[in-house]
């Protein structure tokens, strides 16, 4: 069965410092993966698809299939980018359904 | 306007009452989804549809059951509340590549 990793659920760094999170996933196949953020008590929003390869907010987001990893980056943080920040995988086979398994979470502090 | 709205925003109820969340959509989005979000755990799987009055079991489907009459209408409902279901639920829907786009959230107290 698929499974995604979001190793920290914490992560605190300085405004314009990079910031990294960390995805890691178990999956059979091609997987297209997803990051979606939350900012405080508000809903939860697509940020960015590994396949579309855009850049949101400043976010990229590299998929490794020798590390099976998704990590999100950006290289100078901002205080508005505090939120929690959730990796995603499709579930696999042919009747998914469109579901996503998604990672425990990172909630992600940025310091003035 | 994200055009999915969920009901109601906050709920508290006694332990043993049935609730029935509602989340309605206006995209048409053949595939809709229930999660419950609670720290630690993220984000889990509580029942899907993939189509009027076709739904199926997630991951922690125990004590929630659903129903979708219509294509716009998912309705989550609670048969019997439980301190362990106090938390924050989430609809989603999807047309099954793009991702999901999400409610704004339902927040149940269970006391």
């Known amino acids: 069965a698929q499974r995604v990793t979001q190793p920290e659920k914490l992560l605190s760094v300085f405004k314009g410092a990079p910031v990294e999170l960390k995805c890691n996933y178990s999956?059979?196949?091609?997987?297209?993966l997803f990051w979606y953020v939350q900012y405080s008590r508000q809903r939860l929003q697509l940020l960015l698809r590994h396949i579309s390869r855009e850049s949101i907010k400043g976010f990229t987001a590299d998929l490794n299939k020798g590390e099976t990893s998704f990590h999100l980056k950006k290289p100078f943080a901002q205080e508005e980018d505090s939120a929690m920040y959730y990796c995603a995988l499709p579930n696999a086979g042919g009747t998914s359904y469109g579901k996503l398994t998604f990672g425990q979470g990172t909630i992600l502090t940025v310091h003035p | 306007d994200a055009g999915i709205t969920q009901s109601p925003r906050h709920k508290v109820t006694e332990t043993g009452t049935p609730v029935t969340l509602r989340c309605h959509q206006t995209?048409?989005?053949?595939?809709m989804y229930w999660y419950r979000q609670d720290p630690g755990h993220g984000l889990r799987l509580i029942h899907y549809s993939y189509g009027v009055k076709d739904t199926d079991k997630g991951e922690v489907s125990d004590g929630y059951s659903v129903s979708r009459s219509k294509t716009e209408d998912f309705l989550l409902t609670l048969e019997s509340a439980t301190s362990s279901q106090t938390s924050v639920y989430f609809c989603a829907i999807s047309e099954g590549t793009y991702g999901y786009t999400f409610g704004s959230g339902t927040r149940l107290t269970v006391v």
């Open positions: 995209e048409n989005h053949r595939y």
């Open positions: 999956y059979s196949g091609s997987p297209e």
